[in-house]
C-alpha cells in the first residue's frame, strides 16, 4: 500500500520476518546462479529513472514496455512510475534466463515481468500500450548521472 500522500509503495510492514528474509533472499540466489548479470533498487527516480541510471552505467540503451510492468490494479500507471517501493528491483537478464528468473518470484508470490529490451544505441525509449516509442534519454547527447563504460565517471 502507498503512505499516502507519498509515493512510498510499502511492501514489507506487518509481514512475517521470515518471509521478508526469504523475499530478499532471491536477489543474491539469482546472482550465485548465474541468472542475472546487473541490477538496481528502484530509487526515488521511480522505475523509468531507475532504469535511466541502470542503463546509462551499463552503456547500452533500450526499450522499455510501460504496459508490461506490473502493478496493482487499483494504481494509476503514472503514480507507479514515481512510486519509490520498498520491495522494487530492475534486474538485466539474458531472454532464455528470463523464465527462470520468473519462476523464481512467482515461487514467493511476488509479481515480475520481463519489461523490456536493450540495445546498443545508448537510447531509452519508453512504448506505450499502442505500440507508440518515445525517447526517454540519449547517452550520447549527454549524461544523466555521468558513469557509463565510455569511460566517464
Given at each position: ?19 521478508l ?23 526515488m527516480a ?26 496493482p ?5 503514472a ?75
Amino acid at each position: 500500500r502507498f503512505r499516502d500522500p507519498q509515493s512510498y509503495w510499502d511492501a514489507s510492514t506487518g509481514s512475517p520476518s521470515e518471509r521478508l528474509r526469504g523475499d530478499l533472499a532471491l536477489l543474491p540466489g539469482l546472482a550465485e546462479a548465474g541468472l542475472c548479470r546487473a541490477a538496481k533498487d528502484i530509487s526515488m527516480a521511480g522505475l523509468v529513472g531507475t532504469a535511466l541510471m541502470l542503463l546509462e552505467c551499463s552503456g547500452v540503451g533500450g526499450v522499455i514496455d510501460l504496459d508490461a510492468i506490473p502493478r496493482p490494479e487499483e494504481v494509476t500507471l503514472a503514480r507507479w512510475l514515481t512510486a519509490f517501493p520498498s520491495f522494487g528491483y530492475l534486474l538485466s537478464i539474458q531472454p532464455d534466463r528470463t523464465p527462470a528468473v520468473l519462476e523464481r518470484f512467482a515461487e514467493r508470490g511476488i509479481a515480475a515481468a520481463a519489461i523490456g529490451t536493450l540495445d546498443a544505441t545508448r537510447i531509452v525509449r519508453v512504448r506505450d500500450a499502442e505500440g507508440t516509442e518515445a525517447a526517454v534519454w540519449d547517452f550520447v547527447a549527454g549524461p544523466l548521472i555521468g558513469c557509463g563504460q565510455d569511460g566517464t565517471s
